[in-house]
């Protein structure tokens, strides 16, 4: 239970420093039933030793297999407590934007200038940047997804809270919402079967060549949306192995610390003092990456965001346009 990877793993638990929580379990009845179930072989000194900084997330509408296992129904886990704080402070920085936006106020504190220079970043830098002048309708979903990544982000840097964008479920799931707000926003452009045959090239073969050119244009079609699908998945993939790695390197340096306890008093202070600076170094570093992955997160999916809302014929037009209008403005 002490093992730091857990810190990116979703738990039934929250966890706090040891001398702050301790069960003291006086019988073995007093034990909840799942653990019980979990280690049957267990002492009661064990639940109280195990289970000290852990404190259990009550389940009203579900049962557990164990601290990391649901078991039946619907069960509150860390993650999902994080992530509507999270939504909680995030509602509430933007509503209080917002007033002061409406009420013509200039924001006023260096965390509220900081805010704002968010703000107009996701609006000039991301979203008219990879989607165009039609940026600026999506500026209210890439900004939300900007900040809830980033405030998981930054709240993973805590101790023992946990990381929620090391989970799956979490960055996949987020993948997934702009995977979906991709197909409404496309179909609410180009309407709903212009999105698909957007997919779709008009290849213009002879009548003869009609077989082959309708086999093209469905391999084509398959492999446009296979893509789109792939794309957003990696979203989340990439999330996630970005955020576990840096705290996969942060767990590795401190154990360090640990596998020298054995050695002199001299080789473990001079470990322990190199560990803590490196250690410091690398929250530094973690703390840029995790800026640097909500921005990632949000552009790429402002790209596949724009690939889908704008036609492709389009595009040839303004392309041809653009090749025939250059020796008119010549003259």
């Known amino acids: 239970m002490a093992d730091p990877i857990l810190h990116v ?3 039934y638990f929250l966890e706090v420093p040891k001398f702050l929580w301790r069960p003291n379990y006086r019988s073995i009845q007093d ?22 900084g852990k404190i259990l997330i ?14 039946s129904g619907f069960c509150v886990s860390k993650v999902m407590i994080i992530e509507v ?17 409406r009420a013509d106020k200039a924001p006023e504190g260096k965390g509220w200038n900081a805010f704002e220079g968010i703000v107009l970043f996701i609006r000039d830098g991301i979203a008219r940047t990879a989607i165009g002048p039609d940026g600026d309708k999506y500026v209210p979903v890439l900004g939300t997804v900007f900040f809830f990544v980033l405030v998981l982000n930054l709240i993973g840097m805590l101790p023992w809270i946990g990381a929620a964008t090391g989970a799956f479920a979490v960055t996949l799931t987020l993948g997934a919402f702009m995977f979906i707000h991709a197909i409404y926003a496309g179909s609410k452009n180009l309407g709903v079967i212009g999105f698909w045959t957007n997919m779709i090239p008009q290849l213009g ?9 309708w086999a093209i244009c469905l391999m084509i079609f398959l492999i446009e949306v296979l893509g789109l699908v792939i794309k957003h998945a990696v979203l989340g993939i990439r ?4 955020i576990v790695a840096g705290h996969l390197v942060l767990a590795t340096l401190m154990a360090m610390i640990s596998a020298a306890a054995a050695a002199s008093a001299k080789t473990w202070g001079t470990v322990a003092f190199f560990v803590t600076v ?9 703390l840029a990456v995790c800026f640097l992955q909500a921005y990632v997160f949000t552009f790429l999916s402002a790209l596949w965001l724009a ?21 008119a403005h010549a003259h």
């Open 205 to 213: 073969l002879p009548t003869l060549l009609k077989p082959l050119e």
């Open 58 to 71: 009550p389940q009203p509408f579900g049962s557990l297999k164990n601290l990391y296992e649901a078991e």
């Open 85 to 101: 704080v999270a939504a909680i402070f995030i509602f509430w920085m933007f509503r209080k934007f917002a007033s002061l936006v």
């Open 239 to 242: 999330l996630l192995a970005n």
């Open 31 to 52: 034990v909840p039933e799942f653990l019980q179930k979990a280690h049957p072989d267990a002492l009661l000194e064990d639940f109280n030793h195990d289970l000290a």
């Open 278 to 286: 490196g250690s410091a170094l690398m929250s530094v570093l973690e």
């Open 307 to 327: 690939s889908v809302i704008h036609s492709h014929g389009d595009h040839d037009h303004e392309h041809e346009s653009a090749h025939e209008g250059g020796p």
């Open 9 to 11: 793993k979703d738990a």
